[in-house]
Nanobody, 124 residues
Framework: QVQLVESGGGLVQAGGSLRLSCAVS????????MGWFRQAPGKEREFVAA????????YYEESVKGRFTISRDNAKNTVYLQMNSLKPEDTAVYYC?????????????????WGQGTQVTVSS
């Protein structure tokens, strides 16, 4: 079992930055990858970014490439999502997720463990 706790959300103006954190505990040694997803009101939960827990390979949704950076600190068992040049359309609840075995890291169904989410609101 893995437990995930997100933090770092908030209200920011367009063009601003936020860094989200996801504290990971439990059976971290079995994690294959960590992902960030987001869900806006009335929309489905969508992929944002993912990172291999051991190897560090990164994956991004097209609309966040060049603006968002995912990283992890294995010593602290924490995954981060640095979000720059934020836009109003980035407004959503952001969730981190863990998978023990993933084939398609952008597919939310590959992830078995989820945090409670943190709200990000970008004002125009």
């Amino acid at each position: 079992q893995v437990q995930l706790v997100e933090s770092g959300g908030g209200l920011v103006q367009a063009g601003g930055s936020l860094r989200l954190s996801c504290a990971v505990s439990g059976r971290t040694g079995s994690i294959d990858a960590m992902g960030w997803f987001r869900q806006a009101p009335g929309k489905e939960r969508e992929f944002v970014a993912a990172i291999r827990w051991s190897g560090g390979s990164e994956y991004y949704e097209e609309s966040v490439k060049g603006r968002f950076t995912i990283s992890r600190d294995n010593a602290k068992n924490t995954v981060y999502l640095q979000m720059n040049s934020l836009k109003p359309e980035d407004t959503a609840v952001y969730y981190c997720a863990a998978t023990y075995y993933g084939r398609s890291y952008s597919n939310r169904n590959e992830y078995g463990y989820w945090g409670q989410g943190t709200q990000v609101t970008v004002s125009s």
